[in-house]
């Protein structure tokens, strides 16, 4: 099973923003693997994305991945996904704002996130709503 580790960083990025301690100067001088971004993880077998920290739409593009199926959260703290968004940008055809049916992603939801995935939000409400509204997203509980 091929495994790609997009980020390591955990909720701390490194560099971190503005510091200017040795480690941070140095991954800004080196950049990867010395920087290192939020945590998260892909299993090319399945095409399966494990949590969409902040930096995930850039963490993919430099990636050499090319089709998303599955993505799955391994809990709702806000480093592991603030980048949730990423499934809309993946999915939406900002043509003519439907979804791409065949970019459609499955959001495989542990039966213990079940009742707290809405609590991820935006000012129109939970974010999940949307996008399984919009087709972007479906879920699949586990
Ligand atoms: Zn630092």
Redesign the pocket.
Known sequence: MECTILGSGGCTII??PL?Q?H??VEARKKSIPYSRGGPSAFLHDINLLIDTPAEIAGQLNRSDIHQLDYVILTHLDPDHTEGFRVVEQIALDFRSWEAYPEKQICLLLPEQLKDRIGDIRSQYGPVIDFYQDSSFVKIQTI
């Open positions: 560099p971190k510091c301690c480690i941070c």
